[in-house]
């Protein structure tokens, strides 16, 4: 079987306990009291029944919404940069796209035959504590 090509969030998984504790969403944003997000891609690999993709502080990514394009490697954007640059200028909605970070390539990254088309239309909704 082919093993499968790692995502964003695979590779972040294996490298940030090398470099930070995790933190949990309450911990590194406490002055968030609720979160609304959407995301839809497109590009290769993306079902129409799954396009868009609701998130709310109960389902969060960790930190990267991983693309479906399958022979993409570390494909994905990170969702808490957005999250960080909202609450660091205390935006209140935020819309934006995001182009996947990955590239297509061999499954463990090694060969790199082009960049990953796939794009995510991001819209996200905070609502801070002292509101
Ligand atoms: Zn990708």
Redesign the pocket.
């Known amino acids: 079987m082919q093993k499968r090509v790692k995502k964003a969030s695979d590779v972040f998984r294996e490298t940030i306990f090398v470099y930070k504790n995790k933190m949990s969403f309450k911990e590194e944003f406490p002055q968030i009291s609720s979160i609304d997000m959407s995301v839809s891609e497109s590009g290769r690999g993306v079902k129409d029944w799954e396009a868009i993709k609701k998130y709310n502080i109960s389902n969060l990514p960790e930190e990267y919404i991983d693309?479906s394009?399958r022979l993409?490697y570390n494909?994905g954007f990170s969702i808490k940069e957005i999250i960080r640059k909202m609450v660091s200028e205390h935006l209140i909605n935020y819309k934006s796209t995001e182009l996947?970070q990955?590239y297509e390539g061999s499954p463990n990254g090694q060969i790199r035959y082009r960049d990953?088309i796939?794009g995510f239309h991001v819209n996200v909704k905070i609502t801070y504590n002292d509101e």
């Open positions: 693309c394009n993409c494909g996947c990955g990953c796939n």
